[in-house]
């Protein structure tokens, strides 16, 4: 079983990320920004669950849209986004396996980084959710909370929300051995579990409607 490794997740940035230049995380994700009275002071990353919600990020305030907001209180929110494009594949985090974090920056480009997944579950310990985030070493910058992270075979298994410090904290915990940075992020099953609540309260025109939409369905 993986030891836990708590702390306080802050934003900022842990490493050197790379331009999207050839735009390969870009069909996973779109940019949000906080509204009024603070309109265009914050920005994140979301990414689309389905033809009509997305998923992002809770510490980005007063983004508009917003229709659920974690029952435990953790790092994550839906919010309406109705969009006519392809959808991407969502499933769960492997251990050990090659990522990519995308998302966007603060000069409004696209970045990536690359990383792999480990063992060690992550709770905050600025929140009072108890929510069991999932750790990656890639490198994030601001922006990138709410940005895909996507797996080897291009599917999504969740999305950033910040980083945990390296130079402030020491870290003994061999469910992170060898990682280059802590960069913290909420796995598929927290996100599943969260819009499996949000579409219980939904019209059941809704639900069909949306269920129709789904691949193989």
């Not at 870009?26 to 603070?38: A, D, N, T």
Request: glycine letters at 12%; one cysteine or more.
């Amino acid at each position: 079983m993986a030891v836990f490794l708590s702390g306080a997740v802050c934003a900022g940035c842990n490493g050197l990320v790379r331009p999207d230049v050839d735009g390969a995380g870009e069909p996973h994700y779109f940019r949000v920004f906080s509204g009024f009275p603070l309109p265009f002071l914050y920005m994140a990353s979301a990414v689309q669950w389905n033809e009509e919600y997305a998923v992002t990020v809770r510490h980005i305030p007063l983004v508009s849209g917003k229709v659920h907001t974690c029952s435990t209180g953790c790092d994550l929110v839906f919010i309406r986004h109705r969009c006519d494009c392809k959808v991407p594949t969502w499933r769960a985090p492997r251990v050990g396996e090659n990522i990519t974090a995308a998302g966007a920056s603060p000069y409004l480009l696209g970045v990536t980084g690359q990383g792999k997944v480990y063992p060690a579950p992550f709770i905050n310990i600025d929140e009072s959710s108890g929510e069991h985030y999932a750790i990656h070493d890639a490198p994030l910058v601001e922006g990138m909370s709410g940005g895909p992270v996507i797996g080897s075979d291009g599917q999504i298994v969740g999305i950033n929300i910040g980083i945990y410090s390296t130079i402030l904290n020491d870290i003994d915990n061999p469910g992170v051995k060898g990682a280059k940075r802590i960069s913290i992020f909420v796995p598929y099953a927290v996100i599943q579990r969260e819009w499996s609540l949000l579409d219980a309260r939904l019209p059941p025109s809704s639900r069909q409607r949306i269920a129709a939409k789904l691949p193989g369905i």
